[in-house]
C-alpha cells in the first residue's frame, strides 16, 4: 500500500521538474524560435527535425556541446563550406538565439540555452 503514494509522488515531482525547466519568459522565446524554424527551416529539415535521409540532416543529436552550437551558429548565419550545402538564412541577432535554442531543445534534444552575448562577432549582425 505504501508504495502507491511513493509512486505518485515520483510522478507529480518528474512532471514538476520538466515544466520547471524553462521560465513563463524562457517558453515564450522558445515559442518565437519555432515560428523562425517553421518560415526558415522546416522546408529542407523537416517537421520532426530528422531532415531527408541522403540530403538534408537531421537536427536530433544525443548530446550537444559548444562546438555542435558553434557549428549551428555559423552554418545559419555564414552557410556551409561545401558548394551544394546550406546556404546561409538571413535571420536577425534575435531570431538566429531564438532558433538555435529552439532546436537544441525540441525533439528530445536538450542543451543550455544561450543568449546574444554568447554570440561571436562574426555571428553577429
Ligand atoms: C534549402 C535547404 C535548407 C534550409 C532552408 C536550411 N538548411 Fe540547414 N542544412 C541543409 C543542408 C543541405 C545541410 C548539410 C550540411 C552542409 O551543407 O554542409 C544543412 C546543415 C545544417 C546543420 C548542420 C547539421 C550537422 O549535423 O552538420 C544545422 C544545425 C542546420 N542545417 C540548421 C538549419 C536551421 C536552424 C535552418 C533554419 C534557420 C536551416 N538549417 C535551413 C539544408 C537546409
Redesign the pocket.
Known sequence: MRQIPYALLCLSLAVFVSCARFTPEEKAELHKGEE??IT??I???GPGGD?LSG?????L?PQFSTD?TN??LN??RH????A????A?S?SDDE?VQ??NY?QNHWGNEAPLISQSDLKPSQKL
Open positions: 523562425v524554424y526558415h527551416c522546408s529542407c529539415h531532415g540530403a538534408y540532416p537531421t537536427l543529436k555542435i557549428n549551428t552554418i545559419i552557410g556551409s563550406s561545401t551544394d550545402g546550406m546556404k538564412v535571420l538566429l532558433v538555435v532546436i
